[in-house]
């Protein structure tokens, strides 16, 4: 504050991966999809994050979703829990890339007959 603007570049060699999200909430969610539970599967690994709001005084996050992926090359499954209740499946082209998901666009969960 009260100083000169900084400029910073990354010059690291790191080589690992990553995937962002940005939801788009539709029907009984908030557009800004604040309260979706999303699951990733990549390289056998399960992550989780959630769609938060707020942050600090006149303040917020950004509400893009950020996965670290290591060095996995693809993501198996994308799986999310809307805040209306509904559960949608997603795949992605590749990594390394902010990917838009908006809800009904994704293959609905299967839910199991009781038998």
Known sequence: ???????????????????????????????DAVGAAVYITANGMKHREDVLSGGSYASTSDPRLHFGLGSATKVDDIEVHWPSGKVEHFTVPGVDRIVPITEGTGKPQVQSSPQ
């Open 1 to 31: 504050m009260d100083g000169h603007p900084v400029l910073l570049r990354d010059v690291s060699s790191d080589t690992n991966h990553w995937l962002e999200l940005k939801l788009t909430g539709a029907a009984k969610s908030p557009s």
